[in-house]
C-alpha cells in the first residue's frame, strides 16, 4: 500500500514540473535560483515538459498494479540516479551551487531509494496462491 501512494506521489511531482517546464519556464526557473536562459531554450524545455508529464500520468497506472510494471518503477529509479548524478557533478564542478542542488539532489536519492526498497519483488503478485488450492 505505501508504494502504492508514494507512486501517485511521485506522479504528482512529474506532473507538476511539467507543468511548470512547459508553461512557466522562465518563472519557475527564477523561483528556483536559476538563471534565465534565452527564449529558444523554450522549445527542449517543452520537449521535457512531455517526458515529465507522461511518466506523472503513468505513474498513477503504475500505482494500480505495481508488480506488473516493475520495469517502469525501475526506469525511475534510473531517472533519479542520473538526475542524482547530474547534480553532483555540477555541484563539484560549482556550476551550480549547492543551495540549488541540495533539494532536487536529496529528492532524487529519496525516491531512487524508496522505489528501490519498495519495488515488488517475485512471488509477490496479489493472484499467487498457496500449493494446493488452484481452481478455487
Known amino acids: 500500500m505505501k508504494l502504492k501512494i508514494f507512486l501517485r506521489i511521485v506522479g504528482v511531482l512529474q506532473i507538476a514540473l511539467g507543468v511548470a517546464y512547459l508553461l512557466l519556464p522562465h518563472p519557475f526557473l527564477h523561483a528556483m535560483g536559476h538563471s534565465i536562459p534565452q527564449a529558444d531554450i523554450n522549445y527542449p524545455f517543452g ?8 511518466y506523472g500520468f503513468g505513474m498513477f497506472v503504475i500505482a494500480r498494479d505495481p508488480l506488473r510494471h516493475r520495469f517502469w ?8 540516479i542520473v538526475d542524482l ?27 531512487a531509494a524508496l522505489l528501490w526498497l519498495w519495488q515488488p519483488r517475485e512471488g509477490q503478485g496479489t493472484l499467487e496462491m498457496a500449493p494446493g488450492v488452484a481452481g478455487r
Open 73 to 80: 518503477i525501475r526506469n525511475m529509479v534510473f531517472i533519479q
Open 85 to 111: 548524478a547530474v547534480g553532483l557533478f555540477y555541484t563539484a564542478e560549482g556550476t551550480v551551487s549547492l543551495s540549488l542542488s541540495a533539494f532536487p539532489m536529496f529528492n532524487a536519492a529519496l525516491i
Open 47 to 54: 520537449m521535457l515538459a512531455s517526458r515529465f508529464l507522461a
